[in-house]
């Protein structure tokens, strides 16, 4: 079996494993005040180009989000996101759980727009009811996003612009932004991201480590307490050297570029072989995730040998399926691919 | 530099690690329901005897906390504790984050008495104002205390029965559980943990593994919907078998025996060289964590080579200092204390 | 100037208002445990023919939906409604605050379908990510609807129906449920509201009281706690006599159906001369709000003598407009708005 | 029966409900925005003196305390109040479950001294732990006390002084300033609580109003979003015009002076009964609630035709019990009192 299921079906990335292993007996500070993550963070920062970023070492994506929104938000504030996006959807409620509503734009392709961001805000302002209502109080976008796709510089910066008329921040979620930035369709920077938003994380999980994701506040507007609200929600790590040696180590060298490029050769090579075999698609994405057009019988068929998930429900029985490479897809997984599907 | 500071300074035991590293590049699914979280699961409610629990991995003791707590209680319950309860003090108000008032009851070495309990309880309902007030819907208990020290099986059952009375389930946070299973004072096993409690959770992190806490329901009574509620806490963590693989590693064969084992045998190693130097204890305890009084002026000297934490400030410039063993303690730190006490 | 913006633009009724002034100086116990309440919550009980629910008064709408909703869920379950649901819209994230999902649905003149809850809820148990996702754990519905319009007895059974097979409560919101009662199309009695839901609210503040609102749990289904998380959500008013008295006056003698019968009567003279002017409406119904079509000059001049709300704005400058009529809209209000639409 | 139960047994003093009716007729907007709310603003505006205070008014005690704090708090942080004030003990748990821990300090007669908070503040920051811990947000007293007891000028001034010192706000519940507004021993005025306070509220319900709580920010300091914030919690009235009309008219002429005197007086005259038969104190105050001591036979005799309630259970059979009195005491009843006192 090869399992094109998602970015994270392995344990770590052999270097980090190897890091780990190697600092393991050194006695170390809990709580993420330890040297590895000092030094993680400084890289992080000086891939950050001329902004100096805060970066804080957090144990999962679901808690990222929840913490970092809650703590941007007041009471009276909810989050613009995606339809799609992963906070209204698979998060089980996580922001709202911390009292915050999630308001949902329609989306395209996993995508929303300026336009309909600004729409969005000019009638709320103008709802004579408004006071009424949960106030838009911060921009939530992911990138790449939940459908693998990216936002342009220009995409970004735009809507970047409306959050900045509405005086609201603008947050990413970077679950997969290390697949964004070795894509070739990519053209925003680290330092870009730092120039673009109000905070962003970059996800670890998806990108080769145990756990963990980076937060980063680009313009030393760090939320006062964030600490305190990280250990509140649970999502400081007691060894906090587990994310701190392992960001180390994914920014160490050419460890990320490496893990982020080997995604995205693997789902060129994917893609190849879809189209090979004229496999129509869902949606042909420049990042790890792609989503194509399968029958069920056919689909049942492939799930003999590969695993995969049944992403939307179509017309005349047939599914899109997401297939999704990561740092870990051997080359065989894909040979072995395109010779199953001459067999389909 | 020897650090008595906690019992979580070093990463994981060298089995566990082994175990993460042999199974790295095994390709699982995601979330805890691969298969190593199924034997970990097995091999738990083996150790637990008559009883077939229900055992779910979480990725921190805080959110365990949280989530249990969270998911047992009413909106209309708050918790009964020891005023040393971590849930009370050094978790940032997690507990509140939830909605739920901590109801901290005086404690002595970090317990507290099943008759203090009951009256509490008996006070609470027969107070004409109760329906104004946070109802006691759960008792919160720390085996070992925050003090180090062990409820006896005739103290835990004593309280068990109050709750058993008023009709609210007795939860204990293990997270050193494994040091109290090992003390020669200790008198509860787990199966004993399952008969006294409707739920506990067995401490990874301060065991030996890199994260994760195993929460146990013994009586088919986990709560509806938890592992939603769990993934909305953000305490699930994607790749699950970083907690699968190293509970079972630390069930298989003799392996948390042996960690528990070394943790009580270092702390009594200490105990002698304290009581040799003739350092009074402000609390000799049965488990891994010992509490000393020193001067300030000896406390600095000792920590040009020595890590340890103050816990309480006392009359005449003395203080109470917390040293921890563990797993990882070393022979050789013990008997470099030995050296340098003779210099104080 | 006269008013149609709203049904609570004057104070009570003068009956009302005339029971708490007689009822003045009476010595009464708080909190809701008074006489008055006792009998208020008997006469309620007895129109509800053959059930014999339970009583709660409570001081505002909002409230209500929060404690009610709050106290019937669980931490992993949102509430799902119409798309223009009181509660998704217009009480600016009360649900969300007390942690739930607002699940909303597509509507159709403020109403949703047992198909399209069906679907809902068959969609969310096929999905396999579901654990994930906030589960759908009540319905709600307001009868009559934000748009005026009422479900009938065999919408809501079928609606009732789909809860019971999904083992999920149906809450009604009847903050306007008076003037449902008393519409020629209604054909849903107190009593049926007892059979066809698991908890409802009779709206005061709508019908005539300074404020208040009867929540009625028709099966002796009074959540565990409910009067303490009526307290905790500050819903219970110190003066509780203030509710009772009210609700006791209105469910006495002709009272009620006097207050709803003169709106729904009101709203009938209304529809004819907005009908004999030939303004198209944008929703004509069978309670008290309807909403017309006007073009911007129009309302304008309208807005000299009129007050009344812009409800949507519609194409070509035009906007549909909601005319609300009450226990207090005079025929004079209506003879004039007659004469002036002569002149428009 | 003569009820000393408390301060809200009648319904509203005959000129606010005078007003109420007067006024029953007119249309006016919802929400809190017609004239009459404008007017009672200014006229406490008028009464702040020299402060242009915005004032804000809200349903009921409990909600204004947990909309006021959870509004002025961020997430990590709580409230530092006496360990007998209200919100700590008999608001069933509302403040935490706005997310919020209470922080309760040791307390004399209901008060909290500044060096207890400044001790407090300065060992939470000298703690190496804090970050770890709830962060004391904000300092909450209630003028008068939950005992009756009053701060001083001075007393107030030394708390907000380390309020300042500190960077956190002062909060004073008035649920009764009303009372000591009026009292000889009082050195506080209205214009003293815009000085010495961030925010404060002026109790209605215990003040002769049928409910509501009017808010003070003194300082140009309401929260963003405040109003939102309200409605979200429930504590905004659709007929805003209740507030408005019955605070206008306290704060019109000499009424709420009388109100207070009146009260003031009667526990002077009460007073001097308990005094002249020799009943000993339990806490003897200059406000409207007095504290005595009795035996449980002695009270048991008592209640045959007095209400009052018991406060705390001494020894020896004996119970301090607690007689309120308000505008609405009557003479006749503490000659009656009197008059039984003769007889015990």
Known sequence: MYSFANDYSE??????????CKTNLEQLPGYGVDHYCQQASDLIANACGKYHPTVYFLAGGTQTNAVVISSMLRPYQGVIC?????IAVHEAGAIEWTGHKVLPLPSTEGKISAPSVQSYLESFFDDPTHEHMVWP??????????????????????????????????????????YALESPANDISLEDMCELTDAFYIGGTKAGLLCGEAVVFPKKNTPAGFITMVKQKGAMMAKGRV??????????GQLMHDIGKHGIDAAEKLKSVFHKHCIPFFLETPTNQQFVVLSRKQAARLSEQFVFERWEVLE???CAYRFVTSWATDDEAIIALDRFLNTL
């Open 11 to 20: 344990g770590a990335h052999p270097d980090i494993l190897e890091a780990l």
């Open 243 to 252: 994310l701190g040696i392992q960001f180390y180590s994914l920014f160490s």
């Open 82 to 86: 995606a339809s799609t996006a992963h």
């Open 316 to 318: 005349n029985d047939m």
């Open 137 to 178: 109080g911060m921009v939530y976008l992911s990138q790449p996003t939940e459908y693998g796709t990216l936002y342009s510089y220009s995409e970004m910066k735009s809507i970047y612009d409306v959050c900045r008329a509405f005086h609201i921040p603008l947050y990413i979620d970077g679950a997969r932004l290390i």
